[in-house]
């Protein structure tokens, strides 16, 4: 656990790098994590983003086959926009925990 | 919970499933999906039984056992007789449960989990010589089926650095 400064804000984080408190997001952080990570958001990462951190926010689990059927992207599409672990990844860059699911 | 470190983290998994009831086929699907959502390349190959998971007739009516399954319990618990499980209908009905109770976890249907891994870049294939076994041909298999392999090519593609081969 430590504290970061991502866009200018001071961010809580965990040992694998996954934002402690979800209400320090701001689309310029993800953007940063995004970087990290090397990604260039687009507008439809910021959907899914947006998506993930609605179900967050709303205590659902997530796997990868609910982002699958959000309307939003396929699971190949999922896998193209976060190549490498999508959901981790995905979830890493909404400031949001380390998905705990196996699907 | 100790990582690998960076230098020694799985790179690829090759997963042979040898059988075909519900439980067995789910363990390899499961892991397969797993890897590929960890970024971890995943071949997976069916051969014996475990070929009803890919064959487009039997794929989405695959069973649990429910004689000869000594960890089969009733709804709550309480121990299930192995001549209940020999009666008609209770196969199909433990089995029906047991996919619905899947299905509450988000856990796909076998169809639709043999498209999240080959979404997902993961490699479906199948044995030739069971296949020569029970007379199938590659049109009775599913579309994600990549190829029909003897073991010998099995064997060719799932070497490498930091590459194992799982038996379920």
Redesign the interface.
């Known amino acids: 656990m430590g504290t970061r400064t991502i866009a200018g804000i001071e961010i809580q984080v965990n040992d694998e790098g996954y934002m402690m408190d979800a209400s320090q997001w701001t689309p310029e952080v993800a953007r940063e994590l995004a970087k990290e990570e090397g990604i260039e958001l687009t507008d439809k990462h910021f959907e899914v983003l947006n998506f993930i951190r609605d179900e967050f926010l709303k205590g659902n ?1 997530l ?4 982002v ?1 059927k959000s309307g939003i992207v ?3 599409g999922l ?1 193209e926009l976060f ?6 990844k995905a979830s890493k860059i909404a400031g949001i925990s380390k998905p705990s ?3 | 919970m100790e990582n690998n470190k960076d230098d020694h983290r799985l790179k690829k998994v090759s997963v042979i499933c040898a059988k075909g009831a519900l439980e067995d086929v789910y363990a390899t699907l499961v892991l397969a999906n797993g890897a590929v959502m960890e970024g971890i390349e995943a071949k997976v190959f069916f051969t014996f039984f475990g070929l009803d998971a890919i064959t487009k007739k039997r794929m989405k009516k695959l069973h649990t056992a429910t004689v000869a399954n000594p960890a089969m319990r009733m709804p709550g618990g309480l121990p299930f007789p192995t001549w209940l499980g020999s009666l008609p209908f209770v196969e199909a009905g433990v089995s029906s449960m047991m996919r619905s109770q899947m299905e509450k976890l988000d856990i796909p249907p076998v169809d639709e989990f043999l498209d999240m891994i080959t979404a997902g870049g993961g490699e479906i294939y199948a044995c030739k010589l069971a296949m020569d076994m029970f007379k199938l041909t590659k049109d009775d298999l599913s579309e994600q089926v990549k190829d029909v392999l003897t073991v010998g090519e099995f064997y060719a593609m799932a070497g490498g650095e930091d590459s194992q081969i799982i038996f379920t």
């Open positions: 689990p796997t990868i086959r609910k699958g396929d699971i190949k896998y190549p490498g672990g999508p959901l981790k699911s196996c699907v």
